[in-house]
């Protein structure tokens, strides 16, 4: 049977051309329009650096928000894309206070003295590595940069030849110093963005000039790494609570991780075909990569774990990318509480098997309205001999949750 996938506001959802089951029609809704101050706790809904426009569409699924903030204009969606978009523009703030610190100056004037080659070498790692990355907040964000795919290769192939290089006179230069040069910056950055907690790879181009901006001072001038006012940090989430980012993230540099990240899917049963999919995918970002591979790792080898590689190697945007890595991430808490016999794929969307054949599918959402789409795809048909679960880590209409359970499915809000 042949499958339309169809985009929702961040979503994946796999969507048959034939219904399951006839039942009585259920009214479809429009999906609503939220007060940002009736939705949203004190601290996301405004502070001395943004203010949220009080007026936020939904899409069916998720929730759009304007910012308007002190550095300009700012659009994102779903509520957790909030979270870590404020998150940003803390971390920006710090960074700013940080330049005008005397140590920063001094770091500064130190790094201006450093030798042209290491300034040039350590220069070319960001650009190949770092900014080449796609949208923190998805694609309401102006794109900055190009894609990751030709920045792996670049990466992948420096590290494989990185003692094969000679000068004029026939000599092998010393590349692996300036490899150590280089990996010293990535590592002194993403240190850097580990104290701020964001995410090292965001597209926010003003947070990643920043942070070159601050590291370099730091690095170049042999300086410890100082960030704020007196050294305090502004902000208080971290990436692992605001975006679900696996801890190692800040440990290896890009190169390492697309190494590591290679081997892992091997080790997964990918073809290299496959394998280099998803790595020329340039709507799927460095860390959203790592951490899809970390949590497709936690499942046991029966199932589809290779189709979920297929899934993020395909996914057509940002916000599916973005969408398809939170998923994993509930599935992956789900499966540490209560291990899962299987992995499965629901058409596209990944999905977890229980011991007694529940297949259980999991939504980070905002809001779900009863949508013709959303019928649709609750009305799909479904695997004999199994029962399904949605488990809706958001709200659902009272619609949208009959219209589910008239199609079958165990309806859970968590």
Known sequence: MKYLL?????SLLALSPTLANAQAPIAFEQPPIFEASKILPPEL????LHRIREFCPSDGFMIHFTIDTNYGEVKCSGINTLAECINEIKAIKTLVETSRTDLFAEGLKQSIEAPI?????????????LRKVPATVGHFFKKVGSSISNASEKAEDKWKHRHDKKNSNGTVNDLSKSAKSIAGFDKAKLDCARKLGVDPYSDNALLQAEIEKITWAFFAGGLPLRLGISGKISTAMTATKTIGLPE????VTPSELLLRDRDSMLALGASETLIESVFRNQDLSI?????????LKTFPEKGDRVNVLGIAANSLSKNQTRYLNQVMMKLKAQ???TPYAALTTVVRMPAGVTKEGMVEVVAPVDFISWTPRISEFARAPKMPQMKYKLLVYGQISQNAKSGFEAAGWQVIQR
Do not use: C
Request: proline letters at 3%; zero cysteines; aromatic letters at 6%.
């Open 117 to 129: 080659d290491a300034v040039k070498n350590i220069a070319e790692a960001p650009e190949e590595t």
């Open 45 to 48: 809904l405004k502070s001395d």
């Open 248 to 251: 190692d993230i800040y440990d």
């Open 6 to 10: 169809i985009y929702i506001g961040g």
């Open 287 to 295: 860390a959203q990569r790592h951490s899809i591979i970390e949590a």
């Open 335 to 337: 499966n540490k509480k």
